[in-house]
C-alpha cells in the first residue's frame, strides 16, 4: 500500500461554543465510522486549545489524532495567557501547527517558528510547519526562490534527528480562504522546492518528510491536486468544519 496522505483539519477559532464543539464531535464520529483504519488514522483535527482534551478522549477509540494550531516557543516561564508545548502534549495532543499566516500576520517571525519547532520536538509533538507566508509573487521563480530560502532557514537549525520528525505545508498566502488554488502544476513544482531544500541540506534520507498543500482545499478539487503527485496530503481550513469533508477527502486520497 501507498504511503497514507495526511487530511489535516485546522478549525481555527470556530466551534464557538461547548455545544458547538459537542456537535461537532458527534457528527465527525459519526462520518469517520465508514472509514476503512488507515482512511482514519491518516485524519488529524486542529481545534481551538481549549477543546483539545475533549477531542482527544472522544476519539480515544477512533484511531483519529488530535493536534494544536499553536504552541509557544518557551518550554516554560511567565508567559500570560501562552500554552506550552509541554501542555498540548499532556492532554494527549499529537501535534502541533505552527508558522501559520494568520499567527504571521501578527508579527509572529520565522526565527519565533524554529524555536517553536525545536521545543515542540522536545516534548513529543509532530510539528506541521506552515512555509510561504512571505511568498508575495505568483512569478514560480520568485516563489521558488523566497520558499527554497524559508525552508533552508528551518532546516539547517535542525540537526538529522529533528528534521524527521517534522511535516511541512506549503501554504501560498493568497490561496488561504479565498476559494483560489494554484494550478495543481504549480502545486507540484513549489512542494518539490520544499522537498529539495530539506534533502539539500539534510540529504537523501529526508526524501519522505511529509510535504503537504494547504489554500481553499475542497473535497472537489483535492484529488486533482493530489493524487497524481508527490504531495504527501493536505492541510484543510474552511472545508474541516464539516467533519464530513474530512472523511470524503481521507477516502479519496487513501483507496
Ligand atoms: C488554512 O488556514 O491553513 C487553510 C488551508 O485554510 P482554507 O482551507 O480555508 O484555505
Known sequence: MNKPKLVIGNIKMNLETSQARDEYITNSLEAFRGLSDSQKSAIVICPPFLYIESFVQAYKFADVAVGGQNAHQEL???????????????????CVILGHSERRATGETLEQVIQKVINAILTG???IICVGFTVGSKDAQDEGKILKDEVNEIVSALNAQQVQKVIFAYEPVWAIGSGKTPTPEHIHTMTLVVRKAIVGVHGPDTKEIPVLYGGSITTENVREICVQSHIDGVLVGGASLDPANLARMSSLLNQ
Open 76 to 94: 516554560r516561564g511567565k508567559n500570560t495567557g501562552e500554552i506550552s508545548p509541554k501542555m498540548l502534549a499532556s492532554i494527549g495532543a499529537q
Open 125 to 127: 509533538l509532530t510539528p
